[in-house]
């Protein structure tokens, strides 16, 4: 019965590298969110889909691309990984897109790149 | 720039005292404000929140408080448990802007039993 889930929950890879990361939820909610923690706990949105679609991306390096799916999936995919990508990313989901609505956290993924 | 603030980085008690994590933001257009609880090696969950009308609003153990004025939030753990520690982050939710939190850097709290 897990709200929020993402796959893999860790991911060690070579600089260079391609890789996803999927998310999924089963609240039926229409908005979804990927944060970055980085290694001081700080976390930063980096982008929101409302029903598919795009609506907030936050200067993140066009190597992320974010891929929806249906409203339910959420994606990141990450081309050319660098040493500053290694961080936990979270994905989230909240009923509606504007502020007041409770957004729920997955897992996170451990993504470390060597 | 946007950015929300926290004084403390770490803060240690005893168990059964009560906790107070503070927080400062710039935003003035927040008009929503949440606090996040995040254990180790698990996502942020939530444990509070506060709309910007309202100055205090409590919860079971917890209680926020919301100083507009001074642009200062707080959150009061009461009777602090050991399961309590984590890293508590405070976040702001500005007006218009997608559902986008901006987070804090977040205190560290041990409960020392």
């Known amino acids: 019965d897990t709200a929020v889930s993402q796959t893999p929950k860790y991911l060690v890879t070579q600089m260079g590298n391609d890789k996803s990361i999927k998310c999924e939820q089963n609240l039926g909610h229409d908005t979804m969110y990927w944060y970055k923690q980085d290694s001081k706990k700080f976390l930063k949105i980096m982008f929101s889909y409302n029903n598919k679609e795009l609506i907030i991306n936050e200067t993140v390096p066009n190597r992320f691309s974010p891929k929806s799916p249906d409203k339910a999936h959420l994606n990141l995919h990450i081309n050319s990984l660098e040493l500053g990508d290694s961080a936990v990313y979270f994905c989230?989901?909240?009923?509606?897109?504007?502020?007041?609505?409770?957004?729920?956290f997955g897992p996170g993924t451990r993504l470390t790149v060597t | 720039g946007e950015s929300v603030g926290l004084h403390l980085p770490t803060l240690s008690v005893q168990e059964g005292d009560n906790s107070i994590i503070n927080c400062a933001y710039s935003n003035s257009a927040s008009d929503y404000f949440i606090w996040y609880k995040q254990e180790s090696g698990k996502g942020p969950q939530f444990i509070i929140d506060i709309r910007s009308n309202m100055d205090k609003r409590q919860g079971q153990r917890v209680t926020v408080l919301l100083n507009k004025t001074v642009k200062h939030l707080s959150l009061q753990i009461a009777a602090t448990q050991p399961g309590d520690s984590a890293v508590y982050f405070c976040?702001?939710?500005?007006?218009?802007?997608?559902?986008?939190?901006?987070f804090g850097q977040g205190t560290e709290l041990s409960v020392k039993p």
């Open positions: 989230a989901s909240s009923r509606g897109r504007g502020s007041s609505y409770e957004q729920y």
């Open positions: 976040a702001e939710n500005p007006y218009n802007q997608g559902g986008k939190l901006i």
